[in-house]
Nanobody, 116 residues
Framework: QVQLVESGGGLVQAGGSLRLSCAPSGIIFGINIMGWYRQAPGKQRELVAAIQDGGSLNYTDSVKGRFTISRDTAKNTVYLQMNSLTPEDTAVYYC??????????WGKGTLVTVSS
């Protein structure tokens, strides 16, 4: 069973930056969309950013201009560069991969904590 392995979370002060990475433990065929979701304490999981196979990008409004999603197609790795972090960005961040066959893979999550 292929798993998604996330890294890069941690504790950072407000205004700081972090870079999240996510790569599958094996081969996933037909990747269509790679993205990042987050879930803050007491809140529902929400989409942060996604990148489609053709390069189309999607960001939630609260991170536009601060976060950048990118993908290394050869490595099937997706990154999330997060700048100008605020305490409101504190959450568990989950990697999400979807294929053209409508399979969905989730990572176990990486915790991002932004202190004020």
């Amino acid at each position: 069973q292929v798993q998604l392995v996330e890294s890069g979370g941690g504790l950072v002060q407000a205004g700081g930056s972090l870079r999240l990475s996510c790569a599958p433990s094996g081969i996933i065929f037909g990747i269509n969309i790679m993205g990042w979701y987050r879930q803050a304490p007491g809140k529902q999981r929400e989409l942060v950013a996604a990148i489609q196979d053709g390069g189309s990008l999607n960001y939630t409004d609260s991170v536009k201009g601060r976060f950048t999603i990118s993908r290394d197609t050869a490595k099937n790795t997706v990154y999330l560069q997060m700048n100008s972090l605020t305490p409101e960005d504190t959450a568990v961040y989950y990697c999400d991969v979807r294929t053209i066959n409508r399979q969905t893979y989730w990572g176990k999550g990486t915790l991002v904590t932004v202190s004020s």
